[in-house]
C-alpha cells in the first residue's frame, strides 16, 4: 500500500532530516514511526503527501509515485497534521460538512455521513459546538474526523494524540481502527501506545531507521544500555547541563559519550539537550541494541 525506497531529504539550509530511508507499510497494517523530536519523522510524513519534495528516492502509495503525481493523494489519503488547525467561526458539524460538501455530497446523505463520523470520534455531543468552544482535544477529533469522513483507503497521521487527553486517547484509536482505511502510517514519540496499537514500529533517530519490528520487541531494543555522543557549539553548556541531570559521562575535547542504561532514556536526554543547545552531531550506540537487531535479522522476523 506504501512503499518508500531510499528517501533522502536535505533541507536547503544544509540540515539532512532523512538519511537513506525504506518504509513498507501492508495492507491491513498500522504502521508507527516513533522517535523523540528532530528526528524526522513530521519530514517523513511530508515527504508522504507530496508537500515536501524529496531530495532523492522514491515514494509510492496503491502503486502511484507521489513525487511525480502529488495530486493523487488529495483523493486518496487522509491526513491529521501535528499543527492544532482550528475553524473558530465554523461549528464541528458545519466542518465535517464542508470536507463532504467538496466532494460533491449533498442532502440526507451529506447529513447522514456527517453523524457518522462525529459518532466515530466520539464528538456527537458536540456537533453544534464552535470552533473557539473546543479543548485542544477536542480540535484534533474534528482533524480526525475531517481525514476519515471521506473513507481514505490511506491514513497518514502526525502524532494523532499529541495534546490529547487520557479519556479521548482511546477514542483517537478507537476512530483510527474503525476508520475503514487499509493502511495507516503515522508518527509518535510514545512508545507505550505505539506498542498497544501498531501493528509494525519502525525506531527513527537523527534521520535514520535504527530498528524496525513488532512493537513489543522494538520496545524491548528501548530497555537496552546505550551510549550517546554528541558534540555541540557550547561544550561549556552541555557539560553543565549534564552535571546537573547527573549522568555519567566522559568528555574528550568537544566530544561528550553519555552512558545510559536504557535508550529511552538517552533518547528522552537527547530531546532536552536540542531544546537549548545546537548540536553538530549526534551517534546514538547501543552494542547490545545491534545484536538485538541482527539476532531479530537471523530469525527472519525483521527484512
Ligand atoms: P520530528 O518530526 O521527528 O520532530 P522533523 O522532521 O520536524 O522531526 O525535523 C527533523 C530535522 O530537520 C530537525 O533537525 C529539524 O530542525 C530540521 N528541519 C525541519 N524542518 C526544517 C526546515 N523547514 N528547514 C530546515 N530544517 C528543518
Known amino acids: 500500500m ?19 530511508l525504506s518504509l513498507t507499510v501492508n495492507e491491513g497494517e498500522i504502521v508507527g514511526v ?22 532523492s528516492g522514491r515514494i509510492r502509495i496503491l502503486g502511484c509515485d507521489v513525487v511525480s503525481h ?7 489519503v487522509g491526513y491529521v497534521p501535528q499543527a492544532p488547525l482550528t475553524y473558530p467561526s465554523l461549528t464541528v458539524a458545519e466542518v465535517i460538512s464542508f470536507v463532504l460538501g467538496l466532494k460533491g455530497l449533498r442532502g440526507a446523505g451529506l447529513r447522514e455521513r456527517v453523524m457518522e463520523t462525529l459518532t466515530l470520534v466520539g464528538l456527537e455531543q458536540s456537533a453544534g459546538s464552535f470552533g473557539y468552544q473546543l479543548s485542544r482535544g477536542m480540535a ?4 480526525l474526523g475531517m481525514a476519515i469522513c471521506q473513507n481514505p483507503p490511506v491514513l497518514i497521521l502526525d ?3 499529541a495534546m490529547v487527553d487520557i479519556e479521548r486517547k482511546e477514542r483517537v484509536w478507537h476512530a483510527i481502527t474503525a476508520s475503514g482505511a487499509r493502511a495507516v502510517v503515522l508518527a509518535s514519540h510514545d512508545i507505550h501506545e505505539v506498542r498497544e496499537h501498531c501493528t509494525r514500529v519502525y525506531l527513527m533517530v537523527g534521520g535514520k531507521f535504527i530498528a524496525e519490528g513488532p512493537p513489543h520487541e522494538i520496545a524491548a531494543l528501548t530497555r537496552l544500555s546505550t551510549v550517546l555522543t554528541i558534540v555541540a557549539d557550547d561544550s561549556q553548556r552541555v557539560e553543565e547541563l549534564l552535571v546537573e541531570s547527573g549522568d555519567m559521562f566522559r568528555r574528550k575535547g568537544d566530544v561528550f559519550e553519555i552512558v545510559f542504561p536504557e535508550l529511552v532514556m538517552a533518547l528522552s536526554r537527547l530531546e532536552l539537550i ?9 551517534h546514538l550506540e547501543a552494542p547490545s541494541l545491534e545484536r538485538a537487531v541482527k539476532q531479530l535479522l537471523l530469525e527472519g522476523r525483521v527484512q
Do not use: C, S
Not at 519523522?41 to 503527501?49: F, G, H, P, V
Not at 502529488?70 to 486518496?76: D, L, N, S, T, V
Not at 537549548?276 to 552531531?281: D, F, Q, S, T
Open 140 to 143: 484534533r477529533l474534528v482533524l
Open 70 to 76: 502529488p495530486h493523487m493523494i488529495k483523493g486518496r
Open 159 to 161: 502524532e494523532p494524540t
Open 2 to 20: 506504501i512503499e518508500v525506497a531510499d528517501l533522502t531529504k536535505e533541507y536547503p539550509n544544509g540540515t539532512r532530516a532523512n538519511a537513506g
Open 34 to 55: 516513533i522517535g523523540p523530536n528532530g528526528a524526522g519523522k513530521t519530514t517523513l510524513i511530508r515527504q508522504l503527501l507530496g508537500l515536501l519534495k524529496p531530495t
Open 274 to 282: 536540542r531544546q537549548g543547545i545546537a548540536l553538530r552531531y549526534v
